[in-house]
């Protein structure tokens, strides 16, 4: 029963730390103090950086945009002093998305491709399917 209740508390500790931890870049400024969007404009022009998107997260001003280099990132700004609280580069994540949201491609593909050549798809006819 001790034991019990041992792994029970020492799971709702690390459960409440790891809470507590993903709340550390939350922004907690009265909204008398806050810098007005066009500044934030500025701050981020000074950086280099082209502003797809203002908007406000966690208490915080979050800009989407692009980088000097070209590389897409979402800012999260501290809306008093506007320091930077957290930096994400949306690119190079492994997954294949370059970061956009659907569209097409960036070169279209050819009218008809070949099918690849394995036995699955023989013949020119397509695979019919029935559904019951």
Known sequence: MKRTVLIAAILSGALASSAA?????D????MAQWQPREAVEQMAKAQGWTVRRIKIDDGCYQIRGVDADGREIAVKI?????????LKHRTGRG???DGRRGGAPEQPLPGNPAPPANDLLKGTTPPKAEIQ
Do not use: F
């Open 21 to 25: 931890l993903a709340r550390e870049d």
């Open 95 to 97: 997954d294949g998305d």
């Open 27 to 30: 922004c907690k400024v009265p």
């Open 78 to 86: 501290d809306p008093g002093s506007l320091a930077i609280v957290r």
